[in-house]
């Protein structure tokens, strides 16, 4: 999965469900709960059951991405979580 090279404060592969500090709280947990329905189940498989990394798992990265930055991703392309 593409990733920013912006310094996060998790681990990408396994983040918090907790917001870290600087985090947006609400749109944290909004990310988090796409990013746990939509997390790597074997080696090519999504938990969706679509291939590894499915476009909902791809944005749930993302936003958790701008949660923790959102100041700096004004006026940046926004998907649709599910």
């Known amino acids: 999965m593409t990733r ?26 909004r990310a988090y709960q796409a990013f746990d329905q939509h997390r790597q189940r074997g080696d090519t498989t999504c938990a969706c059951g679509h291939p590894w990394p499915c476009r909902q798992a791809e ?5 958790l991405e701008v949660a923790c930055h959102a100041d700096d991703a004004a006026g940046q392309d926004r998907g649709e979580l599910t």
Request: hydrophobic letters at 35%; charged letters at 20%.
């Open 4 to 29: 920013s090279n912006i310094a996060l404060p998790y681990d990408q592969a396994d983040p918090p469900e907790q917001p870290p500090a600087q985090a947006k709280p609400r749109l944290w947990r």
């Open 59 to 63: 944005l749930a990265a993302h936003y």
